[in-house]
Antibody, heavy 120, light 108 residues
Framework: QVQLVQSGAEVKKPGASVKVSCKAS????????FSWVRQAPGQGLEWMGW????????KYTQKFQDRISMTADTSTGTVYMELRSLTSDDTAVYYC?????????????WGQGTDVVVSS | QSALTQPRSVSGSPGQSVTISCTGS?????????VSWYQQHPGKTPKLLIF???KRPSGVPDRFSGSKSGTTASLTISGLQAEDEADYHC????????FGGGTRLTVL
């Protein structure tokens, strides 16, 4: 089964940006839509946004609209999530997830998660 | 978009059934048949249990079932087993996706 492999843990200072990557182990996997979901320590899951890897169409939740970017590299089957103007509230595990090609497809496959710590 | 409402915790004994509720609104659960449930053991990645309200991915036991009535979705786990002890998250499409706060299931 295809796996999503994410980049490693990050430590950032307040005000900085972080860019997390997510690569499908089998790029022939017929799923073009990828979501990013985060989980702060001891908290629930929070959906951040979605990208279609081929059309580059994106959909962001309003909370992050002004400081998030999702991009994709179709040559390598990798998607990226960049979050800017970080604060301590952005300390969380960030997951990529996929399950289909449209926004309303559920998250069948998840990456292993990337720890992002924001601390001065 | 407000988060969906789940009980903070539920519990049950081995062999029993438990139901976890997920309350939303007319703009999420009440509007779409795209409700999913995820199981997450401590320190682990979430795992899809139920999608499109009632469907189970391949490999998920039929002890897990989903339903929806109006603006409330439910996950029922029958024949509780020790390994079912985990956090359970509901999620609904609403033009974007919205999650519940998660429910901790304790198997007594």
């Amino acid at each position: 089964q295809v796996q999503l492999v994410q980049s490693g843990a990050e430590v950032k200072k307040p005000g900085a940006s972080v860019k997390v990557s997510c690569k499908a182990s089998d790029y022939s996997f017929p799923s073009y839509g990828f979501s990013w979901v985060r989980q702060a320590p001891g908290q629930g899951l929070e959906w951040m946004g979605w990208i279609n890897i081929y059309s580059a169409n994106t959909k962001y939740t309003q909370k992050f609209q002004d400081r998030i970017s999702m991009t994709a590299d179709t040559s390598t089957g990798t998607v990226y999530m960049e979050l800017r103007s970080l604060t301590s509230d952005d300390t969380a595990v960030y997951y990529c997830a996929t399950g289909g090609s449209v926004l309303y497809d559920a998250f069948h496959i998840w990456g292993q998660g990337t720890d992002v710590v924001v601390s001065s | 978009q407000s988060a969906l409402t789940q009980p903070r915790s539920v519990s049950g004994s081995p062999g029993q059934s438990v139901t976890i509720s997920c309350t939303g609104s007319s703009t999420d659960i009440g509007a779409y048949n795209y409700v999913s449930w995820y199981q997450q053991h401590p320190g682990k990645t979430p795992k899809l249990l139920i999608f499109d309200v009632t469907k189970r991915p391949s490999g998920v036991p039929d002890r897990f079932s989903g339903s929806k009535s109006g603006t409330t979705a439910s996950l029922t786990i029958s024949g509780l087993q020790a390994e079912d002890e985990a956090d359970y998250h509901c999620c609904s499409y609403a033009g974007t996706w919205v999650f519940g706060g998660g429910t901790r299931l304790t198997v007594l």
